[in-house]
């Protein structure tokens, strides 16, 4: 996930140089329509502050990996804030911060809790709560062999 990230940023960078006209105009409407990662129009956009702001509170019921998964979080949000009031306007908070979809948010967090290793029962719950899989076709399908459907 961090990796791809990183290939996003390095993507759009290279585009700029690219096509001098696309990027002052990109410049000039200063807003990113486009998730960070997965490079698709955010068509549900929600910031990942406000996905972060229920996870933060979710994981109060694992007072042992809490710090932990707290801190990668964080790590998360402050490494983006530079995208902050340049991205999609979030339909919850308002602000225009959804710099990456819910989606591929939801991944990473996916992502921290799996390697946390909280166990079956935890890993099934994430998903039943923060499933923004609209399709189906990435990690909710964990949530089958969880039984959780
Ligand atoms: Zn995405
Ligand atoms: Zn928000």
Not at 55 to 68: G, L, M, R, S
Not at 83 to 94: F, M, N, P, T, V
Not at 114 to 140: Q, T
């Amino acid at each position: 996930m961090e990796q791809k990230i990183y290939v996003a940023i390095k993507t759009s960078n290279s585009k700029k140089t690219a096509c001098p006209n696309q990027s002052e105009e990109y410049i000039r409407e200063g807003i990113h329509e486009d998730c960070l990662s997965c490079g698709k129009n955010i068509e549900h956009p929600l910031c990942p502050d406000c996905i972060a702001e229920g996870f933060k509170q979710w994981i109060q019921q694992f007072p042992q990996d809490e710090a932990k998964l707290r801190t990668r979080l964080d790590k998360f949000l402050k490494a983006h804030r530079y995208l902050d009031g340049k991205s999609k306007r979030c339909i919850a908070c308002e602000k225009n911060n959804t710099y990456i979809c819910p989606y591929c948010f939801t991944e990473y967090l996916h992502k921290i809790i799996k390697e946390a290793d909280l166990g079956v029962r935890a890993m099934s719950e994430f998903l039943f709560i923060f499933n923004f899989d609209f399709d189906h076709d990435g990690y909710s399908r964990e949530l089958e062999v969880y039984g959780g459907y």
